[in-house]
């Protein structure tokens, strides 16, 4: 089994950024703020002391962020494979519950390579193998996040050779 670009880390960390960003806001504001505060006026703590309880409790929470998103993307990158088989694309994937996909060469109809601005800034690329009827969004069921730029072509050409033999 094939491993991913490493600098699919980076992927994984900016997507565990905005998670845990948004999941710890959203808790933070929800469920942890009200029961501070009603804390901190039973224990009757000067207006001071709650600026800087705020202040602490907001640089607590970005290193929070950090420390899980950096948890998360190490995580990610270490479970997540791929094969090209003689059958077909075998995927394997998944932190807590693991994710297992074949996808036969008969039912793939095109892979497309993407390289947005962080994948051309650490080399690599990202396939979206379509298939025949799976029509999930945002990606394609045969979707590798991050492969170097020529192995992506290499792939690409690979696939379509088999395909188009298939169809013959």
């Known amino acids: 089994m094939n491993q991913l670009h490493p600098?699919?880390?980076w992927q994984f960390r900016i997507g565990g950024y905005i998670l845990f960003g948004v999941l710890g806001i959203f808790l933070g504001f929800w469920i942890i703020a009200p029961i501070i505060g009603i804390l901190l006026s039973l224990i009757g703590v000067s207006a001071s002391s709650i600026v800087v309880t705020i202040l602490l409790s907001i640089l607590g929470f970005i290193l929070f962020?950090?420390?899980?998103?950096?948890?998360?993307?190490?995580?990610?990158?270490?479970?997540w494979f791929y094969e090209f088989?003689?059958?077909?694309?075998?995927?394997?994937?998944?932190?807590?519950?693991?994710r297992y996909s074949?996808?036969?060469?008969?039912r793939i109809q095109n892979v497309d390579v993407h390289r947005g601005?962080?994948?051309?800034?650490?080399?690599f690329s990202s396939l979206m193998i379509q298939t025949a009827g799976y029509s999930a969004q945002p990606h394609a069921e045969g979707y590798i996040p991050a492969v170097?730029?020529?192995?992506?072509?290499?792939?690409?050409?690979?696939?379509?050779?088999?395909?188009?033999?298939?169809?013959?």
């Not at 074949?102 to 008969?106: L, V």
């Open 148 to 168: 170097e730029m020529n192995q992506a072509e290499q792939i690409r050409t690979f696939v379509m050779k088999k395909i188009t033999k298939r169809r013959k």
């Open 85 to 98: 088989s003689d059958e077909g694309l075998r995927l394997e994937r998944g932190i807590i519950w693991k």
């Open 65 to 79: 962020v950090i420390v899980v998103s950096e948890i998360y993307a190490q995580m990610s990158y270490n479970r």
């Open 102 to 106: 074949n996808i036969p060469y008969e």
């Open 117 to 123: 601005i962080i994948a051309r800034m650490f080399g």
């Open 7 to 9: 600098g699919a880390k």
